[in-house]
């Protein structure tokens, strides 16, 4: 099946640094990911619509400039953690669709951020 | 605004017995729904995604069903087994080319041996 990797599975970083997260697609196109973020023992919840070639689409109360958002080709979008800080701990997970058939989403393995 | 939500949170039953996880949603305009496993601290499996048009999917022990005008789908787990035990994550995608999925809670299934 389709497989979603990201890079890194884990990182810890200092409050005001910048963390930046890949997401591939494996053996797919994805003009479409989506970047997801889940508090411990809570659902996920959409960061934001990565477009490759475009800009990114954040949903409401996501901070663009916080969360950069880059689709730079067919199989890879990042999404970049700028000046960190300790609320923005938590797992983030992407996911791209298939453009064809029933467009089933797969999703990576996330990615756990640590800021101290 | 779609909103899904899972019912129970948590689950916990003994090894073997057959079980039902229900999600509903508030917006039929759906165009599919799909039922994910996600192991602690881990990713999303996609386990079975049904088709606005359908009625149910199986995939082995697992059959899920849909009823989208009553904005409704249960997950069955036949034969329970303790690999099972994971947190059980239904989601629906928007009508049209979005691709957005908007996730429930969660249901954490616990089979116990």
């Known amino acids: 099946g389709a497989v979603v990797s990201q890079h890194p599975s884990w990182v810890i970083c200092k409050s005001g640094t910048s963390v930046k997260i890949e997401c591939r697609s494996l053996d797919f196109q994805a003009t479409t990911m989506f970047w997801y973020r889940q508090f411990p023992k809570q659902s996920l919840m959409l960061m934001a619509t990565?477009?490759?070639?475009?800009?990114?689409?954040?949903e409401q109360g996501v901070e663009k400039d916080k969360f950069l958002i880059n689709h730079a080709s067919l199989t890879l979008s990042t999404l970049t953690v700028t000046s960190a800080h300790p609320e923005d701990s938590s797992f983030y997970i992407c996911?791209?669709?298939?453009?064809?058939?029933?467009?089933?989403?797969?999703f990576g393995p996330g990615t756990r951020l640590t800021v101290t | 605004k779609q909103e899904v939500t899972q019912i129970p949170a948590a689950l916990s039953v003994p090894e073997g017995e057959n079980l039902v996880l229900n999600c509903s949603f508030t917006d039929s305009a759906i165009y599919n729904l799909q039922w994910f496993r996600q192991d602690p601290g881990k990713g999303l499996t996609s386990l079975l995604l049904?088709?606005?048009?359908?009625r149910e999917q199986t995939s082995g022990r697992l059959n899920a069903s849909l009823d989208k005008s009553s904005g409704r789908s249960t997950l069955y787990i036949a034969a329970s087994q303790p690999g099972d035990s994971a947190t059980y994550l239904c989601?629906?995608?928007?009508?049209?080319?979005?691709?957005?999925?908007?996730f429930g809670q969660g249901t954490t299934l616990q089979v116990k041996p």
């Open positions: 996911s791209a669709p298939r453009a064809s058939g029933t467009h089933e989403q797969y």
């Open positions: 989601a629906v995608r928007k009508s049209g080319n979005t691709g957005k999925l908007i």
């Open positions: 049904i088709q606005s048009s359908q």
């Open positions: 990565s477009n490759e070639g475009s800009k990114a689409t954040y």
